[in-house]
């Protein structure tokens, strides 16, 4: 594996690939890197010719009160579990690498998909997302681009961020990977004392419960209640906790495919999950 840290650098490594036509996978990170990251790399191992993987925590789409500075940062163990899990080339550009030093008077602003959910709750985040991402595919100029369902309204961003400004790479989305408690893995589980790290599968169980729930036809207004009341009673503080169409769209009633959203606080520490409900099954 190549580790990479420039933009001259990364397109000197990936030049024979480009000269050889060969299919490039990118799997875009913060680093931190856990099992969820790695079946996105083994995802892209198993059907691109390189796989290239970027760690950057993107400062753009933090917060002012988020947890930009503390985010977790640990590039060498993440470049072993890279090497080890089929990787190419790992891109770690630093700040002024990625963003220059004179401003940036450009934003990537996607509409109405980013209006709720976490949209709502993280003002400029998806915008900060668009511009990196954006960025990064301009660097990598990947085949296909790989990122985690557990991020479903981030999917869904970039899958119309690629279609409005017709960016040549196709985007798949990978099944969210849980720790066998049925928390979902996340960088972010590290900041959990472990008296939270016991609660924190309440999340997953409570969404397993709403599907239960759903399917003995009770109604979407009683089990979103339900949902956030098994949430508040085992100690989140919820952003929200809602139900959406698979496109995002809002709905009242459990009479299509659905997904079930969750982004909740265990003291400073917000975790976020989803389900996706089928009308059929
Ligand atoms: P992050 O480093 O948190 O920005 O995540 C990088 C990519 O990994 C994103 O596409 C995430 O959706 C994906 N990812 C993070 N955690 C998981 C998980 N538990 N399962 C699947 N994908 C994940």
Redesign the pocket.
Known sequence: MKTETSIQGLSASLAPARSARKTIGFV????NLHE??M??VREARRICDVVVVSVFVNPIQFGPNEDFASYPRTLEQDSHLLAENGCDILFSPSVEQMYGKQPRLTNIAVNLLTEGLCGAQRPGHFDGVAVVVTKLFNMVQPTYAF?????YQ?LAVIQQLVQDLNIPVEVRG?P???AEDGL????RNGYLTPEQRQIAPKIYASLLAAQQQLKQSESLTIVLEKLRKSLTDAGFVIDYAEARSPQLQTVTAFDQDIVLFVAAKLGNTRLIDNLQIRYTD
């Open positions: 875009p990170t913060m680093g969820g990251h079946q996105l990122f985690g369902q557990k991020d981030q990978v969210i990977v849980r979902a893995l996340s960088s």
